[in-house]
């Protein structure tokens, strides 16, 4: 079943330049800037889960550094 995506019409505020360029070249202005904002979405959401996981990761690591790898003596490489 393919999905579909509802888009919503919007308003932004972009640099003049940049659209006039962006315009020459023939981009797809509303395609470039939800493009830009998935990719800022995704990065703050990684920054957020490394933030909520740090203590968690850092006692992972603490673990390995003092006791090794739970399972090394089962590795063959």
């Known amino acids: 079943m393919k999905r579909t995506i509802a888009r919503r019409p919007t308003n932004l505020s972009l640099d003049g330049d940049l659209l006039s360029q962006a315009r020459d070249l023939k981009i797809n202005v509303s395609r470039a800037a939800e493009?830009?904002?998935a990719q800022a979405v995704r990065a703050e959401q990684e920054r957020?889960?490394?933030v909520e996981n740090a203590k968690s990761i850092a006692d992972a690591n603490d673990f390995v550094e003092k006791r090794g790898l739970p399972l090394a003596k089962l590795r063959q490489f």
């Open 35 to 37: 493009e830009g904002i």
């Open 48 to 50: 957020l889960w490394r």
